[in-house]
């Protein structure tokens, strides 16, 4: 019998950056890692959609560290933020030594959702659902369930059938093995947003849900989807066929950490520390100091490195300086994006070449090991590049007037 089970979670301390109410550029970290294999994706039907614009965003298995279990949040029909903006489905990644989310956003291209199958137009790159025209959503009929007489934005494309998996994880035994393509890539760099708050509420709905939870449900639960966000009773649709779950190993004992710091927040949800809050300004002592720059987050694959926080523009009164000064910091910015493209190229190749050759799992931990180091120094050594940057560029302390002389 599956009992609830507090899985193995160690803080990273990788973070998760997403500004909700203006774009921003870096995809969202995470900070956990969970040892218990996410349970496989449920068979369900996506219910009718309720209106004009509303964009499909599936189901997933989210993980509540409190109770030391996973919990289905039904997908559901949510208007986009703004028009021309689409939903990236978050995923779950093996990572080394367990299981990492990555949070799902909003942007104009659709990006990496770990090539996962969650089905709707989600068959693990892209999104085949509908389309943005002219400010309005069009939906692909042969993948939306939608009612013509109510909605008229609707045109027929054909979908390749591909090949069905539930498996809700990408890499790692038994995953996903898809990697991300160089759109993709671009997207998470690019302009987007978090969820907005509706999404949020619709999360912590679901994890107030007894019923949702895996171990209750037994990877059926009974609120597949919804046609709203948080609306649990009308429009909602039943699991047609189970996931299966994983079971903990025998003995296992409860403990972890809290992991819903692990979401992303709305626009109008707080977020930690030295986030940028729009509309508020900092306090001084959240303000940049020379030599005392926030060490880099770690990241396992050159892929995952975000780029580095900007620097504070020139101030020094001198224009031809302060335009030197701008011109250096472009040219850093340029180098480092260059040598991260250059070790993720290596990775790569190196990550084809152990697929075609299928060494043992010891030499694959290996190379991930390897990789992990590779990155890792690439991070810290751009990190430090930039701080020496900015204190060659911080401003000269006015010198002290001379004494006076004694009358």
Not at 214 to 235: C, E, L, M, Y
Not at 304 to 311: M, S
Request: proline content about 9%; hydrophobic content about 30%.
């Amino acid at each position: 019998m599956f009992m609830p089970w507090r899985a193995l979670v160690l803080t990273l301390g990788i973070f998760a950056i997403l500004a909700v109410a203006a774009p921003s550029q870096g995809q969202i970290g995470v900070g956990v890692v969970v040892s218990l294999t996410p349970p496989e994706l449920p068979v369900y039907d996506q219910p009718v959609c309720p209106g004009d614009d509303y964009i499909w965003t599936p189901g997933y298995w989210d993980w509540d560290a409190d109770e030391g279990d996973y919990f289905w949040v039904p997908g559901t029909w949510v208007q986009a933020p703004e028009p021309g903006y689409l939903w990236t489905p978050g995923y779950w990644a093996w990572r080394d030594t367990g299981y990492v989310w990555t949070a799902g956003y909003w942007g104009p291209v659709v990006g990496f959702y770990g090539g996962i199958n969650y089905g709707f137009g989600y068959f693990g790159h892209g999104f085949e659902g509908g389309r943005w025209d002219r400010g309005h959503f069009f939906y692909n009929r042969s993948v939306a369930n939608v009612n013509v007489n109510i909605i008229h934005n609707t045109y027929e494309q054909r979908v390749d059938e591909r090949a069905v998996t539930r498996v809700s994880f990408n890499g790692g035994r038994g995953g996903v093995e898809a990697r991300a393509t160089a759109q993709e890539e671009a997207a998470s760099r690019g302009r987007h947003v978090g969820p907005v708050a509706a999404q949020t509420q619709h999360v912590q709905e679901a994890r107030g849900n007894r019923e949702l939870r895996a171990s209750v449900n037994h990877g059926a639960p009974a609120i597949a989807a919804t046609a709203k966000p948080t609306d649990f009773r009308t429009g909602v649709v039943r699991t047609r066929q189970a996931g299966r779950v994983n079971n903990p190993p025998a003995g296992a004992r409860p403990g972890g950490n809290d992991v819903r710091n692990n979401e992303a927040r709305p626009s109008n949800e707080p977020r930690p520390n030295n986030e940028a809050r729009p509309g508020n300004v900092a306090r001084p002592s959240n303000e940049p100091q020379p030599g005392n720059a926030a060490r880099p987050n770690p990241a396992g694959h050159a892929r995952d490195i975000q780029p580095g926080e900007k620097l504070p523009p020139p101030h020094t009164g001198n224009s031809k300086t302060d335009q030197k000064y701008q011109k250096q910091q472009e040219q850093l910015a340029t180098k480092q994006e260059q040598q991260r493209q250059k070790l993720q190229q290596q990775q790569e190749k190196e990550h084809q070449k152990a697929q075609k050759q299928q060494g043992n799992e010891a030499r694959q931990q290996q190379m991930e090991q390897r990789h992990r180091q590779q990155t890792q120094q690439l991070q810290q050594r751009q990190q430090q590049e930039r701080q020496h940057m900015q204190q060659r560029q911080a401003p000269k302390p006015a010198p002290k007037p001379a004494p006076g002389k004694p009358h």
